[in-house]
């Protein structure tokens, strides 16, 4: 497959950002290849500068669960264009989009927009610190929410993929206070608690992990986080950046039934747009200022151009509920079992799944780094060079659509079939 002027573009870039890309996972230094820069996108098919179509399961990392261009969610965002781009003032649709959020996850009795899963994380544990008036939090290994400094602590994603396993640049106090436990291990939780409970401001974790590939959450798993930290009164947040209106129009926590104090969600909630959101028990989100002392400010929070393409995409999810969850998991069963016949070890929870090429079943952050990372990159280079365009890393999610069709669905698994 031809990609020259792809791999024209990226000589020129590296001259001006850090490894030629504005993200690291994007520069495919684990797979071997040149980034692909995309020209366009429309419905489940994503088209690079050399004209190559190449059916998409990336999804811009999530949000388009709707495809590319969905015609509703263009016309929306095009008409607020046309009323202006951004006033850094209140607007109508900041309640309207509000609305529809606490409507399917009523956990968040209150909550703020930001522009980001990192702004989104970073200011739920900063407002859980507020209102319990403590300093320490717990997180997982590999699960991995966001770039600020507390959390950079044996972080999936990006840095899993780059064997880095801390930032350079993050002094040694930011993280004096992040206090590490094994996913699906409820024991090292239990231990952190019991050495440390009276000063655990939150215990923060992707309700199904999705950064270090998806490792699903064991049965009962959770359910034993929300006991733990209610027992020790510290809050439980769900970070569904990546499950939120994914897994179900009620994320993860509606999927698994279990309740968080705080969540945060990005990705879909901003239709493919800069957009995410915080928020959970009033008594807690009350402490943000202005109302209390926690403070969190962003000029572009709530931009009306951002906001209307997630009530646009949140509206169709509601309205079609039913048809799009269903197809959803019709179409990634159907790619499941082919990975599982041609031998593959496979991890899916609805419609995000990863491959994963170790023999060990992967349930945690050490069963994961036992996949072979340099087979993966030559399925990489297999797919791509078959019109199918996934994740560069061994530990990223693959993301199904509602824009694919039985044909991409048929397509793929013959590409998965004749990998040798």
């Not at 290994?141 to 899993?160: F, I, M, R, T, W």
């Not at 350079?168 to 019991?194: H, I, M, Q, R």
């Not at 939120?244 to 104090?261: E, M, T």
């Not at 340099?374 to 019109?387: I, K, L, T």
Request: glycine residues 10%.
């Amino acid at each position: 497959m031809n990609i020259q002027n792809s791999e024209k573009f990226y000589a020129q870039a590296q001259n001006f950002m850090p490894g030629g890309v504005n993200s690291p996972v994007r520069a495919c230094r684990a797979v071997g290849r040149a980034p692909l820069f995309i020209d366009h996108a429309k419905g489940s098919k994503i088209y690079d500068v050399d004209g190559n179509e190449y059916i998409d399961y990336i999804c811009s990392w999530g949000p388009n669960i709707l495809g590319h261009s969905n015609e509703r969610v263009i016309n929306a965002v095009t008409e607020t264009c046309q009323r202006g781009l951004t006033f850094g003032a209140c607007h109508s649709g900041e309640i309207e989009l509000a609305k529809l959020i606490k409507k399917h996850f009523p956990s968040m009795e209150m909550l703020r927009l930001v522009n980001s899963g990192t702004e989104a994380v970073m200011s739920a544990i900063r407002a859980a610190r507020g209102y319990t008036k403590r300093d320490k939090i717990v997180k997982f290994e590999g699960c991995y929410h966001g770039h600020s400094d507390g959390l950079l602590v044996k972080s999936g994603s990006g840095l899993l993929t780059n064997s880095i396993p801390d930032s350079a640049g993050v002094p040694k106090g930011y993280t004096d206070n992040t206090l590490l436990a094994k996913y699906n291990n409820k024991e090292s939780v239990e231990k952190l608690f019991e050495e440390h409970g009276d000063d655990i401001a939150c215990v923060i974790v992707e309700p199904c992990a999705a950064n270090m590939g998806v490792v699903p959450p064991q049965e009962g798993f959770l359910r034993f986080l929300r006991d733990i930290t209610l027992k020790y009164n510290s809050l439980l947040i769900f970070d569904e950046v990546i499950t939120g209106f994914r897994l179900s129009i009620g994320g993860a926590q509606k999927y698994y039934n279990v309740k968080p104090d705080l969540t945060t969600l990005g990705k879909i909630v901003g239709g493919g747009m800069p957009l995410a959101v915080y928020g959970g028990k009033k008594e807690v989100m009350q402490c943000v200022a202005p109302l209390g002392s926690v403070y969190q400010a962003g000029t572009l929070s709530g931009n009306p151009v951002a906001v209307s393409a997630g009530i646009e995409t949140l509206k169709i999810l509601e309205e079609n509920e039913a048809e799009i969850y269903t197809r959803l998991e019709k179409i990634s069963l159907q790619l499941e079992n082919a990975m599982q016949e041609s031998g593959m070890n496979v991890n899916r929870v609805g419609s995000i799944m990863t491959v994963f090429f170790t023999n060990e079943k992967v349930k945690d952050y050490d069963t994961a780094k036992t996949a072979d990372t340099a087979r993966f990159a030559e399925y990489f280079r297999h797919m791509q060079d078959n019109g199918i365009y996934t994740a560069p890393s061994q530990f990223e999610a693959m993301f199904v659509s509602f824009a694919h069709t039985d044909e991409d669905i048929d397509k793929t698994i013959n590409a998965i079939k004749s990998l040798e």
